[in-house]
């Protein structure tokens, strides 16, 4: 089975490849000829994921997924959220923690609870489905650990005593919220082609 996923993140394709095995034929936006910027305007990480699977199955019509995710911090009402990549107005992501530390001062350990979430839109053969993953944890006070990217340094999955730019690669992956979003998606695909 053919799809198309709906990105030009080579470190997320590999990791989806190797998920999806050989039964399925994985494109990627370039393969398709889809040179296009995927639109991210709903407001919603559902709806931006949403948004860009439609783009790619409406004007091109292949089977696609496209995945978007974000930090809800629940003393900020659920901030960064979906604008978690641009929370600084910029994609700059050591300015995207410094104003999430910024505005998280004062609050105590127990008030800087927070949770990573993805959401994985599917379009097969022109039926949506959508798949959610999450991590709770907390933000920590200071970024700790060199590995990772976004507001890895600065969030502490629940059950563990290191940031997740303290983890390797490899245990990261294990327990985060993408992960989990796309094991769903992948069990799910897995089923359509027995």
């Not at 040179?35 to 292949?62: C, H, M």
């Not at 696609?64 to 979906?82: I, K, N, Q, T, Y």
């Amino acid at each position: 089975m053919e799809l198309c996923f709906a990105t030009n993140n080579t470190n997320k394709l590999k990791e989806v490849t190797a998920r999806l095995g050989d039964a399925f034929t994985l494109k990627t936006l370039a393969d398709i000829g889809c040179t296009d910027e995927l639109p991210e305007t709903s407001g919603t990480i559902a709806g931006n994921s949403r948004q860009k699977a439609e783009y790619v199955w409406v004007n091109f019509g292949i089977s696609c997924f496209a995945d978007d995710s974000g930090l809800e911090v629940d003393v900020l009402d659920g901030e960064p959220g979906v604008d978690s990549a641009f929370y600084s107005g910029t994609r700059d992501a050591a300015k995207n923690i410094e104003k999430l530390l910024e505005n998280l001062a004062g609050q105590l350990f127990q008030n800087r609870k927070a949770r990573f979430k993805t959401i994985f839109t599917l379009i097969l053969h022109g039926v949506e489905h959508q798949f959610e993953g999450t991590i709770e944890g907390h933000i920590l006070t200071e970024p700790r650990g060199t590995g990772g990217f976004g507001y890895d340094p600065v969030f502490q999955p629940e059950g563990y005593d290191r940031s997740f730019a303290e983890m390797n690669l490899d245990e990261k992956n294990e327990i985060s919220h993408r992960s989990r979003a796309l094991a769903k998606m992948v069990a799910y695909l897995k089923e359509q082609v027995k």
